[in-house]
């Protein structure tokens, strides 16, 4: 089970930082990954780190914005977004995967599991 948070109100540049809790699966066996999904919109990709942390993946409107970690010690995952846009507005949502390669870190399919997602206002 996956469980974000951190997401609210915040203005034009100022910075949000979203945490994702998992439980009831061996954490450190997954690749995680941020989606986000505005209004009417697709669900898109935003990052993504590799089982260990040491490999990232970022879509290219969040590169040098958005950074993603990970604390396999507590089970946790972070989006630390800067220099937020409101057109960064959007419910955001963590997700793992098993088995997928860096490859297909991008897909919605690759991940297995998903967490309820947190909103994210950006108001300019």
């Known amino acids: 089970q996956l469980q974000a948070s951190g997401g609210g109100l915040v203005q034009a540049g100022g910075s949000l930082r979203l945490s994702c809790a998992a439980s009831g699966l061996t954490f450190g066996s997954y690749n995680l990954g941020w989606f986000r999904q505005a209004l009417g919109q697709r669900r898109e990709f935003v990052a993504a780190v590799n089982r260990n942390g040491d490999t990232t993946a970022y879509a290219d409107f969040v590169k040098g914005r958005f950074t993603i970690s990970r604390d396999n010690a507590e089970n946790l995952e972070y989006l630390q977004m800067n220099s937020l846009k409101p057109e960064d507005t959007a419910v955001y949502f963590c997700?793992?995967?098993?088995?997928?390669?860096?490859?297909?870190?991008?897909?919605?399919?690759?991940?297995?599991?998903w967490g309820h997602g947190t909103q994210v206002t950006v108001s300019s």
């Open positions: 997700a793992a995967d098993r088995q997928g390669t860096r490859a297909v870190w991008s897909s919605l399919n690759a991940y297995e599991y």
